[in-house]
């Protein structure tokens, strides 16, 4: 088979980003606008001007990866993109152009599920082993996804309100962290100690996770403190929040491997970046001396990169979408 180039476009939230990657492994060029400057002064993504962003910077973004590897789209093979979930108008820019390219150069039309995008940026770190446990950490997601194959995907649990990313920025926001909190509150946790009491949240038979109740339990902790007239320790509270933030999800992944004879494990997502996550995770890994992949923190926040691998494996099973292809802010990951 010879090789093939997939251009990957992403553009779900607040990063223009296109990436071309050979053969579903090999990345060639990879291009990222970021707007966190831009939304930083409104403490969270505003989706209204981060579509106005995305049209700001689709097109040089396209060009400059092109052009960063040296290429000419009559030498792409396909075209991946992001087609949900996600902020329903950054979706959409991304689309319409890559409907465009496809148009105007003949080009298979490859949809790819964000999440599906996570995960297969572990294949741009080396083969997926199957079967495998995918364990999702993002601001919108947190899934232990079961694969037997290349896209084939069995989701076992998920959270049943917030997601793991979306508490890690609520709670840093009541530590007086700036946006993006949760890189920042990752940090501080390594400098404090596990001081303060917190529940670790729904501690049952399931897969599920929740993460309303440890959102809700520190901002009741720092309003009684505020009460008493008592300062906060931002240091101890970051690092016992992590604490249990992670064991939630180390504790559903122990069931999984024991449950399920998990050999294989993934992670993948913003939060894949979180330091504390890895190092617990990797711990796991090595307690049941099973095998273990978490892309590189450039592979674990959105990125074209990651649709481009998923987009060639999506292509090979089959999947192609014609100029009908709309966004989807929520979507099942099949």
């Keep these: 088979m010879k090789d093939m180039y997939i251009l990957g476009i992403e553009s779900s939230c607040d990063e223009t980003s296109a990436s071309i990657v050979k053969n579903g492994t090999e990345e060639i060029a990879t291009v990222i606008s970021s707007q966190i ?24 973004v396209l060009e400059e990866c092109l ?29 319409e ?16 599920h964000h999440i599906a995008g996570h995960i297969y940026a572990n294949s741009l770190v080396k083969p997926l082993e199957f079967p495998l446990l995918a364990v999702v950490v993002s601001g919108g997601h947190t899934e232990l996804v079961e694969m037997v194959e290349h896209y084939k995907f069995k989701k076992i649990g998920g959270t049943l309100d917030d997601a793991i990313g979306e508490c890690y920025d609520k709670v840093a926001r009541v530590i007086g962290l700036e946006y993006p909190g949760g890189p920042k509150l990752d940090k501080l946790a390594a400098e404090g100690e596990d001081t303060y009491k917190l529940p670790v949240p729904l501690q049952d038979d399931s897969y599920n996770f929740s993460f309303s109740g440890l ?6 902790l720092a309003h009684n403190e505020e009460q008493r007239d008592s300062k906060i320790r931002e240091a101890d509270l970051a690092t016992s929040f992590q604490k249990v933030a992670v064991e939630s999800i180390t504790s559903k992944v122990r069931k ?4 399920k004879h998990i050999k294989n494990i993934i992670v993948a997502g913003g939060v894949a970046a979180n330091k504390g996550l890895r190092k617990a995770m990797e711990d796991v890994a090595e307690e049941y001396k099973i095998n273990i992949t978490i892309p590189p923190m450039k592979y674990c926040t959105d990125n074209g990169t990651m649709i481009a691998a998923a987009g060639y494996y999506a292509y090979l099973d089959g999947r192609r979408a014609d100029l009908n292809l709309n966004s989807k802010s929520q979507d099942t990951l099949k």
């Design 37 to 60: 400057d831009i939304h930083k002064d409104y403490g969270g993504v505003v989706p209204e001007i981060a579509s106005r962003h995305h049209v700001k910077n689709i097109t040089m």
């Design 256 to 259: 999984a491997i024991e449950e």
């Design 97 to 112: 152009a890559a409907k465009t390219l496809s148009f105007i150069y003949n080009k298979p039309l490859i949809p790819v």
């Design 67 to 95: 052009e960063k590897a040296n290429m000419k789209m009559e030498d792409i093979d396909a075209i991946a993109i992001t087609y949900g979930p996600g902020l329903i108008g950054s979706l959409l820019i991304g689309l």
């Design 215 to 220: 959102k809700s339990a520190v901002i009741n």
